[in-house]
Nanobody, 123 residues
Framework: QVQLVESGGGLVQAGGSLRLSCAAS????????MCWFRQAPGKEREFVAA????????DYTDSVKGRFTISRDNAKNTIYLQMNSLKPEDTAVYYC????????????????WGQGTQVTVSS
């Protein structure tokens, strides 16, 4: 089993910044991709960003490109999501997930999930 714990969510005004963290523990894959998804009320869970084991490959959904940056520290088994220029439409519960495969954008391709952290952006 793999445990993922997210932190760093909160309430911020539009234009502000937040940094999310996700720490992994337990069984680890030989190499693994980690990602962030988000889910707003009444909407489906959507892909936000993903990062490969080496950190050399990343992928972002179009709506966050240029504003969000995903990074990782393998020594700490932790990934981060730096979110700048936040907008009210970024309001959602943010989840991190992990897979032993390559970067993917579909939730079904990820094996383990965290409990989520709430991000609320006020206008």
């Amino acid at each position: 089993q793999v445990q993922l714990v997210e932190s760093g969510g909160g309430l911020v005004q539009a234009g502000g910044s937040l940094r999310l963290s996700c720490a992994a523990s337990g069984r680890t894959f030989r190499s693994y991709t980690m990602c962030w998804f988000r889910q707003a009320p009444g909407k489906e869970r959507e892909f936000v960003a993903a990062i490969s084991w080496t950190g050399g490959n990343t992928d972002y959904t179009d709506s966050v490109k240029g504003r969000f940056t995903i990074s990782r520290d393998n020594a700490k088994n932790t990934i981060y999501l730096q979110m700048n220029s936040l907008k009210p439409e970024d309001t959602a519960v943010y989840y991190c997930a992990i897979t032993g495969h390559t970067i993917a954008t579909m939730a079904s391709q990820y094996d383990y999930w965290g409990q989520g952290t709430q991000v609320t952006v006020s206008s």
